[in-house]
């Protein structure tokens, strides 16, 4: 039976939607206040859920010292108190939920190794989340 571990992380961030596709007034219609020049933050939470059997003798599917170690060191530290729109893969990419969350699993998955990643979700707001699972 394949058990799923799921750990939950947060990090602060600021962004503007905004695409350099459109033109100023179709930002503006597309994003409405999202796209404010000035930018806005987010409390993001993060979910990773790894997957795997339950060592008879740890009684553990990973440890979980090991999956944080990746996400503080790949994630937390990449992420955290930035300006998403600063960074490399938001110079061509809108840093939406749903492009974060992408980024977030391609670095996770890179990087856990021979820990299976089953899933990452992002909650951007109380009101919305997204997630990516590892098909
Ligand atoms: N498909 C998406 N739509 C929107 C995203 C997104 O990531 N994917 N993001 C935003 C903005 O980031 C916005 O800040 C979050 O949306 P919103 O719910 O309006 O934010 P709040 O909950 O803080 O809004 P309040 O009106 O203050 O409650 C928009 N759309
Ligand atoms: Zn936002």
């Known amino acids: 039976m394949k058990a ?6 947060w990090f602060v961030a600021s962004h503007r939607l905004h695409t350099p596709r459109l033109s100023e007034a179709e930002n503006r219609e597309v994003y409405g206040k999202c796209n404010n ?5 987010h409390n993001y939470a993060l979910e990773v859920t790894v997957g ?5 003798d740890t009684g553990m599917v990973y ?7 990746v996400v503080r060191k790949h994630i937390l530290e990449r992420y955290d108190h930035q300006n998403l729109n600063c960074l490399k893969e938001f110079q061509e990419l809108v840093p939406t939920t ?11 998955k890179r990087n856990l190794a021979e820990i299976h990643l ?3 979700r992002l909650e951007e707001t109380s009101q919305n989340s997204f997630e990516v699972v590892n098909e």
């Not at 799923?4 to 992380?9: C, G, M, Q, S, V």
């Not at 795997?52 to 008879?56: F, I, L, T």
């Not at 440890?63 to 170690?69: C, E, G, P, S, Y």
């Not at 749903?98 to 996770?108: G, M, P, V, Y």
């Open 63 to 69: 440890n979980l010292a090991d999956v944080d170690r």
């Open 37 to 41: 020049p000035f930018g806005h933050g």
């Open 98 to 108: 749903e492009n974060l969350c992408l980024a977030i699993f391609e670095i996770l």
């Open 4 to 9: 799923h571990l799921t750990r939950r992380y």
């Open 118 to 120: 089953d899933k990452v």
């Open 52 to 56: 795997g059997q339950v060592a008879p």
